[in-house]
């Protein structure tokens, strides 16, 4: 398991957002120059993909909540200083964490707030920021710098962003908005960028002392030229009031999903003066880190193991909703039997041990778990209904034998009300879950007169799940390619944690059929898998996204090795990692991260390492795969397997002779009439190229 940190966030809007959306940034790297941890080299951590993050709220943000009369958050931040939430690394972004200011024009306090670019799409959708209704002005400010900073995303796919240093004045607090200076890149010298100030922008200053730490920022040449480019789109809009809004807060930051309420107190004086992260070190010989340690140890929020900290049980457990999703061919399916299992068998062992576990006997699990009746299976398509799933009427064909007299005839077709797939695995997990309750409260009379009636009886339907495991999974891949508002219809509110069975929220509601009232148990599971290929996650159905943890499931070039050694997986001289590498990158940087090619597309040639059947994938898969992607673009196609930088017979796709249309066609017509593009070219597969080794190393490797 990975190190665990501490957030400490320091204002209430940030905060709001944060709780939110669920997902939120962050600097990465702060350990390293934060004032307690400075003489220790043992506690500067970065943090990685998997590592666990604490949110931690001080007495500042408890009092907005109160004078923003958050009536759902009074209940819960009780206390001046508390952990809140729990949530986990998602991703670690390599590139400046850069920030825009933004203040509502009915907030009343004299400053404003800075927030990730990344969130831009998202905050100017809000009708309302925190209880702060949003204006026209406001709407117009959320505007023109989604403008801005959808531009700078596409000059940073095509490289055009150049950054330079950037500084602020020693003494500023973080949480203050103040001026900072940009480095001349062509000579000595600073710019001053003052989004609040009445400072020219981009004018040449003579900067106050400044802190030594520096972060990178956009250079003068850059920003000049993005104002170019939008006062040319648009030159009614003074674009230098919008670009010096923004602000560099970092060098590298992470991308943080929320898991885990957890609301608990921590009574430490001092304990997040001056921080903004902080590393949970279990020897660490700083005293209010152990304060800190002792009493999330003493909760039972946390463990304590050998020389690490690790989740307590209570915040070990997968979250009830989750999707896995990410590009085909990254394991997706292959891993809900993991999850699966390890959901199962949560009181025993964690999803990390049962990773580490071979994966046939892992299997052999699962299927043991589908037979118990613990685990479902179902996929969702363009057609699936809400009758298939929770329940509907269905045409059933009876017996003609056990019909009798007049009614026999050769076609006894009756219609049965019958139960889908998560109703069914929800009645026999409410059953467990009933069965656990009743154990905890029963009288041991009540559970002698319990099992007298079920012998009278035959075997019940509490007998049937008397010798299972209490948790139930019920898996549904590709839950994206569904209409989730047809398929869950009014049960889309009770999948949530707090409006489940036996919480205090609990939500009960009349099935439209049976007219049975229906809840969902707290031991369900509900485990998804998404191609996003087929569906960006962005465009979810909104209420499906806000009650589903996500999951990314990205390509692992790096499994791709010969042996349990790591030996890299090579042949005939074309290096795989390298070149699965490559071609993601590529398409990452043409079409995006969502459509790039998984490892599994190449694993058979873990077991069967030959030229013949790289050419068989290529050629059945990889190549078609990417037809789809390109739409038949064959320029940028041949661009992804740099066939632009190789030799013609080690190209995969060559010019085809129907580009000599005076061939075809003859030197007297006017392809205009026939709207016949001349220019076009048309492509070919090179049939010979996919059994050459150059072809391949060709797309990592070549002179440049």
């Known amino acids: 398991m990975g190190n665990i940190f501490t957030y400490f966030t320091k204002t209430y809007f940030e905060y709001y957002l944060f709780i939110k959306e669920k997902e939120f940034y962050w600097p990465r790297d702060l350990t390293s120059t934060s004032p307690s941890f400075a003489k220790n080299k043992l506690h500067r951590a970065k943090e990685e993909i998997g590592d666990r993050v604490f949110i931690a709220t001080g007495v500042r943000i408890m009092d907005d909540i109160k004078r923003f009369k958050n009536l759902d958050l009074i209940k819960k931040v009780t206390f001046k200083q508390m952990i809140t939430h729990l949530g986990y690394v998602k991703e670690v972004i390599n590139k400046p964490y850069i920030c825009f200011y933004f203040k509502p024009e009915n907030q009343k306090r004299e400053k404003g707030e800075s927030f990730p670019i990344d969130l831009i799409d998202t905050i100017k959708n809000y009708s309302e920021f925190a209880s702060i209704p949003l204006t026209l002005r406001d709407k117009e400010t959320l505007g023109k710098l989604s403008v801005i900073i959808s531009t700078i995303k596409k000059w940073e796919a095509a490289n055009r962003i150049k950054f330079t240093t950037a500084y602020i004045p020693k003494g500023v607090k973080d949480t203050e908005n103040f001026p900072f200076y940009i480095k001349n890149t062509k000579s000595k010298g600073h710019f001053i960028i003052d989004a609040f100030g009445n400072s020219k922008f981009l004018s040449s200053a003579t900067p106050p002392a400044l802190k030594k730490e520096g972060s990178l920022f956009y250079s003068k040449e850059t920003l000049d030229e993005l104002l170019n480019e939008l006062s040319s789109a648009d030159p009614s809009c003074n674009w230098e009031n919008y670009l010096k ?94 999850y699966a299992v390890a959901i199962i068998e949560q009181e025993t062992k964690t ?203 990205l390509p692992k070039p790096n499994l791709l090795t010969k042996d349990s050694n790591d030996k890299d997986l090579i042949i005939n001289g074309i290096n795989i990692q390298l070149l699965l590498e490559m071609l993601n990158k590529r398409i990452s940087i043409t079409i995006g991260r969502d459509l790039t090619i998984g490892h599994s597309y190449f694993y058979e040639l873990k077991e069967k390492p030959d030229i013949l059947l790289l050419k068989e994938i290529f050629m059945d898969k990889i190549i078609p795969l990417l037809q789809e992607y390109f ?46 593009d001349s220019n076009k070219k048309i492509y070919e597969l090179n049939d010979s190229a996919f059994i050459e080794p150059n072809s391949y190393i060709g797309i990592y490797e070549w002179k440049k």
């Open 351 to 553: 999803l990390e041990e049962i990773e580490k576990e071979d994966y046939s006997k892992v299997r052999e699990r699962y299927n043991k778990y589908i037979d118990q009746g613990n685990i479902e299976f179902t996929t969702f398509h363009q057609s699936y209904s809400y009758e298939e799933f929770i329940e509907g009427i269905r045409p059933v064909l009876e017996d003609i034998d056990q019909v009798s007299g007049s009614d026999k005839t050769d076609n006894n077709l009756l219609y049965k009300l019958e139960p889908g797939v998560f109703k069914r695995i929800s009645d026999r997990a409410k059953l467990k879950f009933k069965e656990n309750e009743s154990k905890e409260n029963e009288s041991d009379d009540e559970k002698i007169k319990l099992k007298e009636n079920e012998s009278n009886e035959g075997e019940s339907d509490d007998e049937k799940v008397k010798n299972i495991p209490s948790n139930f999974v019920l898996i549904i891949d590709e839950i994206n390619r569904g209409n989730i508002s047809k398929i869950f219809g009014e049960l889309i509110t009770l999948i949530e944690p707090s409006k489940r069975m036996g919480m205090v929220e609990e939500i009960i509601l009349k099935l439209p059929y049976s007219k049975k009232s229906f809840s969902v148990p707290q031991n369900l599971f509900i485990l998804g898998t998404m191609n996003t290929a087929d569906r960006s996650i962005a465009l979810l159905d909104t209420a499906l996204r806000r009650r589903f943890n996500f999951i990314e499931m």
């Open 631 to 676: 739409y038949d673009d064959f320029s940028k196609l041949r661009l992804v397997l740099n066939d632009t930088n190789k030799e013609a017979k080690y190209q995969f796709f060559i010019e085809s002779p129907l580009n000599d249309l005076n061939s075809l066609f003859g030197n007297s017509i006017d392809y205009d009439d026939f709207q016949i």
């Open 245 to 338: 809004l923004l602000i560099s807060r970092g060098n590298e930051y992470v991308k943080v999903s929320l898991t885990d309420e957890v609301f608990q107190k921590v009574d430490i004086k001092g304990w997040n003066q001056g921080i903004s992260t902080r590393l949970l070190y279990k020897n660490d010989s700083i005293g209010d880190v152990q304060a800190i340690i002792k009493t999330l140890s003493n909760r039972k929020i946390i463990k304590l193991k050998d020389d690490q900290i690790l989740l307590g049980d209570s915040y070990m457990k997968i979250n009830p909703n989750t999707i896995l999703y990410g590009p085909p061919g990254t394991g997706k399916t292959y891993y809900t039997s993991i």
